[in-house]
């Protein structure tokens, strides 16, 4: 957990380079030794180098430098280059041994000398700088009786973080450091290098770096020892990060319901899930053996306890162990296992297999080539200097008072996985485009740092966008992860839905678009309820729908008394609904007879959406959502202005009502081509119109190639579809465990491929990659 002060403490620091003919080494001006000093200010730190003649050793060192400018921004720590130029004077400048050395400084203080040969790559520089600052967050000890001492004062207090590194400046060393430089505020790190006090901790093997976490803050007896917990995994900066995560999550959960809808940080992580099975009548007991499991796969897998008494899924009697692994395409296993060490020996076998069969499959792949598309997001724009200053991060202390002070948009996200690293960047350009024109305020909270503060908030998964406004409850964001959405979302919340109209004039000002002229480009339709003042009941179930709708469309209410001037325009009876296409500049009506809510809401929703649409990612959700079967044209490029228009007559003459109408182009959605050939084996002759029911038994029909596509034709088609006289040219099978949520948010080609192969509903994927102008 990273605190306000580390956050000035990284802004602080810079790292000057002093060297005359390294001009390559960095973009930066030029400074002389009195220029340098001139300009350190109180409380910054500085590593700087000086040398005057290039030589072999030199050269290697400044070239190591060069490389390690990148990671050290990471930590806010800049490259400067300064000439030590002969005719000044400095002790720095002297002799030939002074200029084999770097020197750290807090402001002109010095604190540190390093013979250049210690900083002898990128890991080394790393290490040693972050080595150096962090001294009061990282204790180095040599003895066991530093370490038991360091241990007995901090019981009850403060958990450790111990480790062993080969030696100081190993790649090892390295990511411990950055560990401590997010977690050093919350765990006390402790680091040495000495053989023999590894050996007289515990038996593994001593050949190679370890940490510990000791568990000393619930210890509340003195004379009792911190237990300890061994991270299996190699000493990088991801594994730590994570092995600190499980430490930090709850030991034992109890939960009910589905195991297979279960999900905790540990399945985020890549950890599977140990379900320990009990009843009501032995839960003290169960409770124990549960709590005992936890402690023996504390950092490899997460335990529950699931009591059959309350849990509505069929489990076999003889089960008392159920197992949920993190991949998607998994089983979940129910298990008979008669002892503790039986319950971690099949796990930790069964994860040793997987590490082995993931190891062969590295090695077979280019790690150049990024499969996943919201990590080749990240990866492509790593280097990507975001403005987060746009954005407020918001802490444990400063949430709440922050979201009751000001109307709120903020981002709970986790550092550590892919899809919020690549919302976030669509996220600060939301921050670009509304940098000085909106009063909203947009906030971020990073969960891995503050988990507490997205718990309050009912944040169990990321990305999540919640809008906060005074005297409301927290309104969470529901529409696609990219930046035109999100902010579409935004800006038509700067109004209240639905927005009170007050006179004739007015009416027709909001239905032209002349009322909130800023907002058409957000809303290409606006509502407009049309109500007898004595109409209450009907009223307030309008009201009711427009709240709902708010950010995603615009509405508005009208209840004077000359509202039949309206009515009597626009021809409809009252209670009505005034449907305004900005683009076609037309106004359709709808009379609303005995509807509620929900059915004022799903009208507004199926009127806003297009005809005959252009299939995309984006937009696949919303269509799938009105479960019917989706007659789609498949196109290579524009659509057939002739099959266009016999679709459109059919579909407003209502003889298309029980079909969604679609297209798909294979140009601008190439993953098409791979829906076509699942189904035909091989990619048939296009134009083609296909049937395809998601929503009952996966059938999947085709247009027949030898007929023209023209209204008798299709109609008859259709109506031999409807009564089961056509044969399905294949049957799509269902994908539950592969096509969750959470995959489709991974990948957006995965997301076509689970919705039109393996007829999954679950398609919910727009990140921010599905924003490039060539689609997939």
Not at 101 to 121: C, H, S, V, W
Not at 240 to 248: A, G, L, P, S, Y
Not at 683 to 705: D, E, K, M, T, Y
Request: charged share 20%; aromatic share 10%.
């Amino acid at each position: 957990m990273t605190s306000s002060r580390f956050s000035v403490f990284r802004a602080g620091i810079s790292f000057v380079m002093m060297c005359i003919f390294y001009t390559s080494a960095v973009d930066s001006p030029e400074l002389s030794p009195q220029t340098f000093f001139s300009t350190l200010q109180p409380g910054k730190a500085t590593l700087v180098y000086f040398c005057q003649a290039e030589s072999p050793r030199t050269s290697m060192f400044l070239e190591e430098l060069n490389e390690a400018a990148k990671p050290l921004q990471d930590y806010g720590i800049s490259v400067a280059k300064v000439n030590c130029v002969t005719e000044e004077t400095s002790k720095y400048c002297g002799s030939e041994k002074d200029l084999m050395k770097a020197y750290l400084f807090r402001g002109n203080i010095p604190l540190r000398e390093f013979p250049t040969d210690t900083l002898f790559d990128v890991d080394a520089i790393v290490a040693h700088v972050l080595f150096a600052l962090l001294f009061n967050e990282v204790k180095y000890i040599t003895t066991l009786g530093d370490l038991q001492n360091i241990e007995n004062a901090l019981k009850g207090k403060r958990n450790i973080a111990f480790s062993y590194v080969r030696a100081i400046g190993t790649p090892e060393h390295r990511a411990v450091m950055e560990a401590a430089f997010v977690y050093g505020t919350t765990y006390q790190f402790v680091l040495t290098t000495e053989i023999a006090l590894l050996q007289s901790i515990g038996p593994e093997d001593i050949e190679y770096p370890h940490l510990y976490f000791f568990h000393c803050k619930p210890v509340l007896d003195l004379t009792q020892p911190c237990r300890r917990i061994l991270m299996k995994e190699s000493l990088t900066t991801l594994n730590i990060h994570r092995f600190i995560k499980t430490m930090e999550a709850p030991l034992l959960t109890e939960v009910a319901g589905d195991p297979r809808q279960v999900s905790t940080v540990h399945l985020q992580l890549g950890l599977p899930l140990v379900f320990i099975v009990g009843q009501q009548a032995t839960y003290e007991a169960d409770r124990t053996t549960a709590e005992w499991v936890a402690w023996r796969l504390l950092g490899k897998a997460g335990v529950l306890l699931l009591l059959r008494d309350s849990s509505e899924v069929d489990i076999p009697q003889d089960t008392n162990v159920i197992v949920r692994r993190p991949e998607e395409d998994m089983q979940v296993e129910f298990l008979s296992l008669s002892h503790i060490d039986l319950i971690v020996f099949h796990l930790e076998s069964t994860m040793n297999i997987e590490e082995m069969v993931k190891h062969e499959d590295m090695e077979e792949l280019n790690i150049e080539i990024q499969d996943d598309e919201v990590e080749e997001t990240v990866y492509r724009d790593r280097k990507r200097q975001l403005p987060l200053e746009l954005t407020v991060e918001l802490t444990e202390e400063t949430f709440h008072a922050t979201v009751t002070a000001s109307d709120s948009i903020v981002l709970f996200y986790a550092g550590w996985q892919a899809v919020s690293m690549a919302f976030l960047q669509s996220y600060i350009d939301v921050a670009v485009k509304l940098k000085g024109t909106s009063t909203m305020l947009l906030a971020r909270v990073n969960c891995a740092d503050w988990p507490h503060v997205c718990t309050k908030q009912n944040v169990t998964e990321f990305p999540v966008v919640k809008m906060y406004k005074e005297g409301q409850n927290p309104v969470s964001y529901t529409g696609m992860l990219g930046t035109e959405d999100l902010l579409r979302f935004i800006q038509l919340n700067r109004i209240s839905c639905p927005v009170n109209i007050t006179s004739v004039q007015e009416a027709e000002e909001y239905l032209n678009g002349e009322l909130y002229k800023d907002l058409v480009s957000y809303s290409s339709m606006s509502v407009l309820g049309l109500f007898s003042p004595t109409m209450t009941r009907a009223k307030e179930e309008f009201t009711e729908a427009g709240s709902y709708l708010k950010g995603y469309v615009t509405t508005g209410i009208y209840s004077q008394e000359d509202v039949l001037r309206l009515s009597s325009k626009y021809t409809v009876t009252l209670p009505a609904l005034l449907l305004a296409r900005h683009k076609e500049g037309k106004i359709e009506s709808i009379p609303l007879v005995n509807v509620h809510v929900q059915d004022i809401v799903q009208i507004i929703t199926n009127a806003s959406l297009e005809t005959f649409p252009e299939i995309t990612v984006e937009n696949l959700p919303t269509y799938l959502r009105l479960q019917k079967p989706l007659l789609i044209l498949f196109s290579d490029g524009g659509i057939d202005l002739q099959h266009e228009k016999t679709i459109l007559r059919l579909a407003k003459k209502k003889y298309l009502d029980s079909v969604t109408p679609c297209w798909l182009n294979l140009k601008t959605t190439p993953v098409g081509r791979g829906v076509l050939q699942a189904y035909f084996g091989t990619l048939p002759p296009l134009p083609l119109l296909v049937v395809v029911n998601l929503h009952s038994g996966g059938h999947v029909f085709a247009f027949p190639s030898d007929q023209a596509v023209t209204k008798q034709n299709l109609l008859l088609w259709l109506k031999k579809l409807e009564a089961g006289l056509e044969s399905p040219i294949t049957t799509q099978q269902r994908g539950p465990f592969r096509c969750s949520s959470w995959t489709l948010q991974i990948s957006c080609i995965l997301c076509l491929h689970c919705c039109f192969i393996e007829a999954s509903e679950c398609c919910h994927c727009a990140v921010a990659v599905t924003q490039r102008p060539h689609g997939l």
